[in-house]
């Protein structure tokens, strides 16, 4: 820290409490920020598997099976998924970057499995693949490679983006083409985030708000259309609207109607962790969409205004971080990301409380699933690993050792041009 920092420090009072967490999210340094970041996931990671404990347990007794298999099954997948964030945030941006076309054809191909025998369909949606008794989404790994993907190109074509045709083109081919194969499964809730991802990307790309705009009217246009053409999504937006039958509570809107109940009775603080009422086979699937609910009902207000929360300190930390980057690349993959998992949670929660119909779509790292809960952790250390500091680079990368005691890039003119590198970027971080 230099002397006039040190000076406007003294004459800070000392913060305690939450205002150590301002002054926290006040410095943007990456150093700060990305342990903030992980600390927040990990966080969210552990309320989920104590609510879908406690969610899930009286449907699997009731069910005859083990009240503990469905916490185990997502602890299993909360393990692989912080293991593979892990992974991906050592990696460097080059190398994510050169993931793009690979993780694309793999989604592309995984998609289109799904309606061969390997396929399976769950609550009337076809998008789950079923493989040595293991299950697996691959709508939800198609988030995170459209991301990369569209970012790459976005990167390439940044001087030519003013023309239509090189904005357009070959993001809409691609991101349509993953939309209408999902959407032919009948997941219209991950074909609206898939639309949010496209859009996202475009957005934080550089893509003239004139494209941007009409692309935006079609992808809604295209939902519309989806919603129209569904007797059950639309006796779910009628019933969201008021306009069901008599019968309704009993029918469309029996889900929405008892999530609004458990989040009534959950008042300030909560009936108990573990006490919820609606769990008993009030709400169908409780760990699933509308676990959110649930944790509303046990922990009342303040457990869900601290989920908020912690959203909210994951999109500032993430912003802050990626403020400091020069590299267009990582600003879009990193924007893109969060933006994927915040607008995701905004869904789910509006549609939960009753602020949008039921379409589906999970809360990132609260409700049970394990391709959700692995590719929200994988996008999350992608954005640690663009966002990591320029010159961080992990020790056994550093130098490549090419004779006997003699090292690469360990000369002394290299370390002059490092030592007054590392000067630069700390005179920078200290502006």
């Given at each position: 820290?230099?002397?006039?920092q ?7 009072p ?8 301002a002054?926290?999210?006040e410095d ?13 996931v990990?966080t969210?990671?552990a ?6 404990a406690?969610a899930s347990?009286v ?8 009240p503990?298999?469905?916490p185990?099954k ?13 992974v991906?945030?050592r ?9 793009g076309?690979p993780?694309?054809?793999?989604s ?11 396929g ?13 008794g ?7 790994f198609?988030k995170?490679?459209l ?6 190109i976005l990167?390439r074509?940044q ?6 045709k ?9 991101g349509g083409?993953?939309?209408v194969i999902v959407?032919?499964g ?5 074909t609206?985030?898939?639309m ?8 934080y790309?550089g ?20 919603a129209?053409?569904s007797?059950?999504r639309?006796?779910?937006?009628s019933?969201?609207?008021?306009m ?10 029996y889900?929405a ?6 989040l ?9 962790l573990g ?8 709400i ?14 046990e922990?009342g207000l ?6 908020l929360?912690?959203?909210a ?6 912003f802050?971080?990626?403020a ?11 924007c ?10 905004v ?6 409380s ?18 959700a ?9 992608v ?6 500091p320029?010159?961080a ?6 130098g490549?050792?090419?004779s006997r005691?003699?090292?690469?890039g360990?000369?002394?003119?290299s ?10 970027r ?6």
């Open positions: 820290m230099n002397t006039g040190k000076q406007r420090g003294a004459g800070r000392a913060r305690r409490g939450l205002g150590k967490l002054v926290w999210l943007d340094s990456p150093g700060r920020l990305r342990p903030l970041i992980l600390a927040v990990l969210l990671s309320i989920g598997l104590v609510e879908v406690s347990s449907e699997s007794v009731a069910a005859g099976n083990n503990y298999d469905l185990l997502q602890a299993m997948w909360t393990v692989a998924g912080v293991v593979i964030m892990l991906l945030a990696m460097t941006v080059r190398r994510i970057r050169w993931l076309w993780l694309l054809i793999g592309l191909v995984a998609l289109v499995l799904v309606f061969t025998p390997l399976m369909s769950v609550n009337g949606n076809r998008n789950w693949l079923s493989v040595g293991f299950t697996a989404q691959p709508s939800e198609a995170l490679a991301i990369v993907w569209a970012a790459g990167d074509k001087a030519l983006l003013g023309q239509w090189h904005a357009v083109i070959p993001l809409g081919p691609a083409l993953i939309m959407a032919l009948h997941d219209l809730g991950t609206m985030i898939i949010l991802i496209l859009a996202a990307t475009m957005f790309g893509v003239r708000m004139k494209v941007f705009s009409v692309a935006g009217m079609i992808c809604v246009a295209a939902a519309l259309v989806l129209a053409t007797g059950n639309m006796g779910r937006i019933s969201w609207l008021g069901g039958s008599d019968e309704d509570a009993q029918g469309m809107g889900q109607q008892h999530g609004a109940y458990a009534a009775s959950g008042s300030w603080f909560g009936v108990g006490q919820s009422r609606q769990k008993w086979n009030w169908p699937e409780a760990h699933n969409d509308f676990i959110f609910s649930i944790l509303g009902e922990l303040a457990g869900s205004l601290l989920v929360g912690l959203f300190i994951l999109a500032i930390a993430v802050k971080t990626i400091r980057t020069t590299d267009t690349f990582s600003r879009i993959v990193a893109s990301v969060i933006t994927w998992i915040l607008g995701q949670a869904i789910n929660i509006a549609m939960v009753g602020l949008l119909p039921v379409i589906g779509v999970p809360l990132p790292f609260i409700s049970y699933g394990g391709s809960m692995v590719s929200s952790l994988a996008g999350i250390g954005i640690l690993a663009v966002t990591r320029e010159g680079v992990p020790p056994a990368r550093r490549t050792r090419v005691g003699r090292w690469r360990a000369g002394p003119k370390a002059v041009v490092d030592r007054a590198a590392k000067q630069a700390e005179h920078a971080y200290q502006r």
